[in-house]
Nanobody
Framework: QVQLVESGGGSVQPGGSLRLSCVAS????????MRWYRQAPGKEREWVAI???????NYADSVKGRFTISRDNAKNTVSLQMNSLKPEDTAVYYC?????????WGQGTQVTVSS
């Protein structure tokens, strides 16, 4: 079955950096686009970034220029490098894949940006 396991969250001061990782299993990772979403307290889940099978990337305007998504097909891993973090980046971050007409999410990893 599809499993997505995120790691790398934590607490950081404004302007700091974190790197999130998501290890995928249960499907042929290299054949699928991968996404990161986030959900802040009291808000709906929002899309953050996508990386295609060919490595093309796209970002939400709110994170463009600060976040970088990447993938390592040999390790079935998608990562999100987050720089210049702001308090409004505080959220639970989720890895996502659309596979077999279904949406799959990891358990999420908490990112807190606060002074």
């Amino acid at each position: 079955q599809v499993q997505l396991v995120e790691s790398g969250g934590g607490s950081v001061q404004p302007g700091g950096s974190l790197r999130l990782s998501c290890v995928a299993s249960g499907f042929t990772f290299s054949n699928y686009a991968m996404r990161w979403y986030r959900q802040a307290p009291g808000k709906e889940r929002e899309w953050v970034a996508i990386i295609s099978t060919g490595g093309n990337t796209n970002y939400a305007d709110s994170v463009k220029g600060r976040f970088t998504i990447s993938r390592d097909n040999a390790k079935n891993t998608v990562s999100l490098q987050m720089n210049s973090l702001k308090p409004e980046d505080t959220a639970v971050y989720y890895c996502h894949v659309f596979y077999g007409l279904n949406n799959y999410w990891g358990q999420g990893t908490q990112v807190t940006v606060s002074s």
